[in-house]
C-alpha cells in the first residue's frame, strides 16, 4: 500500500511539472482569481447530474437479474467517485460491484460483469468522438495511437462478448469443472470469474438494452459538456464545439488509465492543456487555467456527492477499505444491509 501511495504521488508531481513547463504560473494565477463563483457553482450542479443519469445505466443492464431500486444506483455511483477522487488507482468499478452486491444480496463479481459491457459501450462512444476529433480537426500523434490502439481493443472486447452470448459453455464448463474439483482460492477464483461471465451474458444479451446505454451515454457527454461551458464561462472563456470535444476526450482519457494518482491529479491537467495547446494552439495560461477550474468542479463536486451517497447508504470508507481489502462478497441469500 505505501508503494502504491508513492508511486501515485511520483506520477502527479511529474505530470504536474510537465503540464507547467513553460508556464507563466503568476498569470495561471491570476485567471483562477478572477473566475466567477456562480458560473463555477452552475459547472459543479450539471456535474452532479451526471451522477444522476450515469448510475441509470447499470440498472438497465440488470434488469435481466433484479430490478435495482434507484437509490442503490445513484449510492453506488456517488461512492465509487468518492473513492476514486481519495485514493490512487482504478477502485470505481470494484466499490461499485460491492455496494449494489451488498444492498441488493447480489454477487459483486455478478455486477462487475454487468459493468465490464456498460465499459465497453462507453468505450465505443469515446472511441468514435476521438474519430470524430481527427476527422475534423486532427490528432496529435499520442492521440491517434490511442485511437486506432482502442479499435485494436475493442474489437477484442467484441469478439470476447460474442463468444460469451454465443457460446457460454465453452468457458464455463471448463471453469465449472476446475471450481468443483479445486477448493481454496482457486475455487473462489473461479467461481467469482463464472459469475462475472453471468453479468456478462444477462448485460449484453439484449441490443435494445444497449441502446438506451448508449443514448444515457449521450446524455453524460451533453451534461459535462455543459459544465465544461460554465467552467470556461467562469474565466471569461468561450470555447468552440471542437475545444469542447477535444476536452472530454482528453477528460475520458484522463480518468480511464489504470494507474494514476487519486483523483487523476497531474494526468488530467497534462492531458488536457496538451490537448487544447496541440489542437487549438490555445494560449497555455489559459488553457491550464480552464482544466483547474474544470477538474477542481469535477472532483469537488464529485466527493459531496460522494459523500452524500455514504449517508444515504449507511457505509463508511472503513467499511469500503475492509471489504475490498478482504476481497469479501455477500452471499446470494445473505442480509446486504448493516
Not at 50 to 73: D, E, F, H, M, W
Amino acid at each position: 500500500r505505501h508503494l502504491r501511495h508513492a508511486l501515485s504521488i511520483a506520477v502527479a508531481l511529474l505530470c504536474l511539472w510537465l503540464s507547467t513547463r513553460g508556464v507563466d504560473l503568476g498569470q495561471v494565477a491570476k485567471v483562477l482569481m478572477g473566475a466567477s463563483p456562480w458560473y463555477v457553482l452552475l459547472a459543479g450542479v450539471l456535474s452532479c447530474a451526471i451522477n444522476c443519469s450515469k448510475c441509470l445505466k447499470l440498472g438497465i443492464l440488470l434488469r435481466a437479474v433484479k430490478q435495482i431500486p434507484y437509490l442503490t444506483l445513484f449510492c453506488a455511483e456517488t461512492i465509487s467517485v468518492l473513492v476514486d477522487v481519495a485514493f490512487p488507482f482504478r477502485l470505481q468499478e470494484l466499490v461499485k460491484a460491492y455496494v449494489v452486491g451488498r444492498r441488493e444480496g447480489l454477487r459483486p463479481s455478478l455486477v462487475l460483469g454487468a459493468e465490464v459491457v456498460e465499459k465497453g459501450v462507453e468505450a465505443i462512444f469515446l472511441l468514435f468522438a476521438m474519430l470524430l476529433l481527427g476527422l475534423m480537426w486532427g490528432l496529435p500523434p499520442w492521440l491517434e495511437r490511442t485511437l486506432w490502439g482502442g479499435f485494436g481493443g475493442l474489437a477484442l472486447v467484441l469478439a470476447f462478448f460474442t463468444l460469451v452470448i454465443a457460446r457460454p459453455t465453452r468457458l464455463q464448463l471448463p471453469l465449472a469443472r476446475i471450481r468443483d474439483r479445486s477448493g481454496g482460492i482457486t475455487g473462489r477464483l473461479c467461481d467469482s470469474i463464472l459469475q462475472l461471465l453471468e453479468g456478462i451474458r444477462a448485460a449484453a444479451v439484449r441490443p435494445s438494452m444497449l441502446l438506451w446505454v448508449l443514448a444515457l451515454t449521450l446524455v453524460d457527454w451533453l451534461l459535462l459538456a455543459g459544465s465544461l461551458v460554465a467552467a470556461a464561462a467562469a474565466i471569461g472563456l468561450r470555447l468552440g464545439p471542437g475545444q469542447q470535444l477535444a476536452l472530454l476526450v482528453a477528460n475520458f482519457i484522463a480518468f480511464a488509465l489504470p494507474t494514476s494518482s487519486a483523483g487523476s491529479v497531474g494526468i488530467y491537467e497534462l492531458a488536457g492543456k496538451t490537448v487544447l495547446v496541440a489542437l487549438f494552439g490555445m494560449d497555455p495560461e489559459v488553457s491550464l487555467a480552464l482544466v483547474l477550474v474544470f477538474h477542481a468542479v469535477m472532483v469537488g463536486f464529485g466527493a459531496l456527492c460522494g459523500l452524500l451517497g455514504l449517508a444515504l447508504s449507511h457505509l463508511s470508507i472503513s467499511d469500503l477499505r475492509q471489504q475490498l481489502d478482504g476481497h469479501q462478497e455477500p452471499s446470494p441469500g445473505e442480509d446486504p444491509r448493516p
